[in-house]
Structures are given as C-alpha cells and as structure tokens.
C-alpha cells in the first residue's frame, strides 16, 4: 500500500504544544486543511479572538495564525467532527505527573491520552493515521493501539506514529521553522513504514529531509525523555558546581564559560540558576524514574532523581540566602520578586521557581510584590493557591501584592529577587528602584541577569548566584 497524502489534520489539544505545531504546519502547508480542537471552550475563544489574544503567549506566534487562520487553519470545540474528516489526527493533550494512586508523584497521568484514543476509535469510520504528540513514557502507543483495535468500526484502521516535540518555550516558533530534527517513529511493518512516509511527507513542505529521522516507536518515545532528562540533568549540574563556587569565590560564569568551550561540551544549558521549571524537565525525569523502578533498574532510577532532587536544593538554598543576608529574618519585610513566569519570553508558569521561592518567603512571614510582564494575576493566584492548598486566597492576599510595573513591585521594599530572566529587569531604571527602596537595598539575582558591579555603585548590597564573597 502506498503511503497516503495527508490532506486534513486533525490536532486534539489546543495547548502549548498543539496550538504552536499545528500553526505552523498549515502556515508551511497552505494545501493542507488543519483544524486544532479542544473542549475547552474559553481556549478555543481566544484561539479565534478577531484582536489576536491567544491563549499563551509565544514570540512570533500571533504572526503565524493572522497569516493561516481561516485561510487553512482552524480553531473549534467540535472534536468529532475534526476526527471523522481527518486523515491524519495529532494528539497533544496533556500528560502531568500523577497526584494519587499506582506512581504518584512520578508516573504520568495518562487519562486524557486514553480518552482522546477512546473518541477516535468511537467516531472515526475511516482508516486514519495517529499521531502521539504528548509527551509520554515508553510504549504508550501500544496502549492507544490496543485501545483503537479494540473499540474501532470494521473499515477503519488505525496506524500509530510517536512524533515528540522539542520546543523550547519563547523559542517555539524559530524552533518549528528550523528544527534541529523532526523524529518521526513508527511500527517497523510495511503499514507502519507507509504511515511514516506520510507524516514524513508533511513536514518535508519546509524541513530538509536529512533533519526528519525515522526510527522505531520505542526509540522515538523514550528519545523525548532521554533529551529533557540529559538537558536537565546539565542545569542540575551547573547548579551544583554554582553552590561550590559560592563557598569557595569561584565565579560560576567565568566556570561555565571554560567548560563551555570544550568542543565536546560546548556552551549550550550551562547557565547557572535558582533552577529549572517548566512543563517537561522534572515531569519527564520522573517519568523516566519511574520506567527505570518499574523495569527493576533502582540504580538508574536513583541516578536520574538526584537531577530533581538538586534542582529543588538550589531553590532551598537560594531561599535560604535570602533569609540569612537578611539578617536572618524576613518576618514582615517586603520583597520584591521580579518574575513569575519558569523562563523569559513565556506566560507559561508551570513548576516555575519562583512558585517555591514565594512559598518559602510566605512560610518566613515576608511581604511579596510580584511583577512578571506576561503571567496574567489569574495564573499567579491559582499557583499559590495550588501550592499552598491550607491557605485561603483572601490570607495568601494579605501576604501578597500583584504589581503593574517592575518600579512598583520595588518602591519600599528591603530586597529584590530577580526569578525569570525578562530582558526588561537588565534594563530598568536601577538608580530611581534605589531611591525608592528600603535602606540597605538588597538584590538577590537568581538568573545572573544584571551587572552586579553596576549595581553595588548606586549603593546596593549584590548577591549573585554561584558567585562567592572571596577575591
């Protein structure tokens, strides 16, 4: 059987991964017709909004949908319709850690994967091609297989591909315009193969053929954990020799920057932090911790927990650094946190640092401005609320104050911490924040943002991370 030409795409799940992908693939495929559905029926609103205010914020991707939506690109709440004309479905729901039951705390939650596969196979009654765009553990697409065989209508058949995303969140769209590569895996039968070619096909519209590689499913499903795991494992590095140069007055930059040159290493996720966030690393290694205790493989799993585990040392240790330079008590002082978001150039906010740094200022009885210019104060309340699950809203708001303006977060405040690396922190207006603050004025830059040396000359006391007090 020849390999189909995919005409209609489906994609179920208007999400960060959805919404980006499937933007792009009908901008570069204007032939191809591609509807993105979703329940949920605010997302799929300001999916369509006439003024452009999609539902996450990404560089470049307000460009995208003005150029294809209604031309080839589609946003609505009608899944079955989406299923039944299309020949190829994505499916980008999401999969977040499991809170209760078998692998709690570690395993991902597949619930929303089985019940996209489970409308397929009740509403599609032709062959379709589909897609796992989720990030999930190893083997998932043997279960959605086994779930569309069992429940599929007798003339349609179901072909199962893994094509795992590797998007950087603020970098999404350059990152889908010039992908490093596109992993496409499939069963390795003639069907298999022929599905393959398809997808294949798609993206061949505007990626060169030598970046789209074809492997087996299992390959392609544990090469997504593997990539995030080996990324954080890197930061989880960094942030480990960072607390060494701090006790010693090494400068982790100036560290980095020889290791980084190391042709073998080179410089790439070598940046020193309070830690990394976002909806991939710590989901995936803990994935990948949970694969390895379930294969009865405890010291592999062990190895990849330590990554976590010293992520969320590095946000204890900042926390605490903050206290002691505090004159070991921030009981009723006001910080100012200058960033929300878990990186710059995203709204997105999951398993950001300065969630745990805020817990930790509000369990030291503190007062905290926050200010981050695209997390909207909705998403601000529900992460501390979510965080804090004992706490009402009404006594989390007595603790803390959503501010408009970085220089509104700052004015009477005894310390700044500087949690996301928005450009615009580097650049506001350091001696107007002195005058307006508390003295002595403290800044405790966790994403080595700013020019510490700048700083200390209008007068403040600057603590940097992975930077020692020894000359």
């Known amino acids: 059987m020849a390999p189909i030409q995919v005409k209609k795409i489906c994609c179920i799940g208007a999400g960060y991964v959805g919404g980006p992908t499937c933007a792009v693939i009908a901008l570069k495929c204007p032939h191809i017709t591609v509807t993105i559905v979703d329940l949920n029926q605010a997302r799929v609103d300001a999916w369509n909004s006439p003024n452009f205010e999609l539902p996450i914020y990404e560089p470049g991707l307000v460009d995208v949908v003005r150029e294809a939506r209604g031309r080839n690109l589609f946003f609505s709440t009608d899944v079955d319709k989406g299923i039944q004309e299309a020949d190829l479905i994505f499916v980008s729901v999401n999969t977040p850690t499991k809170k209760s039951g078998v692998g709690a705390g570690f395993a991902a939650d597949l619930n929303y994967v089985e019940l996209a596969t489970r409308r397929i196979a009740a509403v599609a009654s032709t062959s379709k091609i589909v897609v796992e765009k989720s990030t999930v553990p190893c083997r998932t697409a043997e279960s959605m297989r086994t779930i569309l065989e069992a429940n599929s209508k007798p003339e349609a058949r179901f072909d199962i591909l893994s094509n795992p995303e590797f ?3 603020g970098t999404a769209i350059d990152d889908l315009f010039a992908p490093d590569r596109v992993l496409i895996g499939s069963l390795q039968t003639q069907e298999g193969k022929d599905a393959c070619a398809a997808l294949t096909e798609v993206y061949a519209n505007w990626v060169p053929k030598e970046r789209i590689l074809t492997v087996g499913l299992w390959s392609s499903e544990l090469s997504k954990l593997a990539a995030n795991a080996m ?24 560290v980095a920057f020889a290791v980084g040159k190391d042709s073998r290493m080179g410089p790439k996720f070598l940046k020193a932090s309070v830690g990394f966030g976002g909806s991939c690393f710590q989901k995936d290694i803990l994935n990948l911790v949970y694969l390895s205790e379930s294969l009865h493989l405890p010291e592999v799993a062990a190895y990849w927990k330590q990554v976590v585990e010293m992520n969320e040392y590095q946000k204890r240790r900042f926390s605490k650094r903050v206290v002691d330079t505090l004159f070991n008590t921030i009981t009723g002082k006001r910080i100012a946190v200058l960033g929300f978001a878990f990186k710059a150039d995203t709204g ?23 200010y981050d210019p695209q997390v909207v104060e909705s998403q601000i309340w529900q992460d501390l609320q979510e965080v804090s699950p004992n706490v009402s809203l009404e006594n989390i708001q007595k603790q803390v104050t959503i501010k408009k303006s970085a220089l509104d977060a700052c004015k009477g405040a005894e310390a700044i911490v500087i949690a996301t690396e928005w450009k615009e922190f580097r650049d506001i207006n350091w001696e107007e924040v002195y005058e307006s603050m508390n003295k002595p004025a403290f800044v405790f830059d966790g994403r080595l943002l700013v020019d510490s040396d700048k700083l200390r000359k209008i007068g403040f006391k600057v603590t940097s991370i992975g930077r020692g007090e020894r000359v």
């Open 231 to 254: 990324l954080a494992q890197r930061i989880s590095s960094i942030n480990a020799l960072s607390a060494i140069c701090e006790a010693t007055g090494a400068n982790i930059d100036e």
């Open 348 to 370: 997105d906010t999951r398993e950001s640092a300065a969630i745990t740094l805020i817990k930790n200022f509000q369990d030291e009885k503190a007062l905290i401005n926050i």
């Open 167 to 169: 998007l950087a969140e």
